[in-house]
């Protein structure tokens, strides 16, 4: 099960530090990946990380300004979101997915969304003045 928390309103240049939550799972077997929609637009990636590695990608349009990272403590991904723009406005959610027996994955590229197997709720992110 993954559970997302941290959105909510922010000014432009604010900061947000959202957290997935995962449970019934061992989280070093798992990439845990980072998806936002914009409203009228599609689904797109935005970070990933293989939790028992030390490998993490990030989309373009993120890179510099996010960062994904386990929280050993709370058995959580977080993605610490600096420098927020108004297109960052979307409902952001966190996915699970155990690689294949020899899959890299999270490694070269960020993996597809049909190619996780859980998925949170989501929280809304708002970047507006």
């Known amino acids: 099960q993954l559970v997302e928390s941290g959105g909510g309103l922010v000014q432009p240049g604010g900061s947000l530090s959202l957290s997935c939550v995962v449970t019934?799972?061992?989280?070093?077997?798992?990439?845990i990946g980072w998806f936002r929609r914009a409203p009228g637009k599609e689904r797109e990636g935005v970070s990933c990380?293989?939790?028992?590695?030390?490998?993490?990608k990030y989309a373009d349009a993120v890179k510099g300004r996010f960062t994904i990272y386990r929280n050993n403590a709370e058995n959580r991904i977080n993605l610490e979101s600096n420098d927020l723009r108004p297109e960052d406005t979307a409902v952001y959610f966190c996915?699970?997915?155990?690689?294949?027996?020899?899959?890299?994955?999270?490694?070269?590229?960020?993996?597809?969304?049909?190619?996780?197997?859980?998925w949170g709720q989501g929280t809304q992110v708002t970047v507006s003045s």
């Open positions: 996915a699970a997915v155990r690689p294949p027996f020899m899959k890299q994955m999270c490694v070269e590229d960020m993996p597809g969304a049909h190619e996780y197997s859980y």
């Open positions: 990380i293989k939790v028992g590695g030390t490998s993490r």
């Open positions: 019934g799972s061992n989280l070093d077997d798992l990439i």
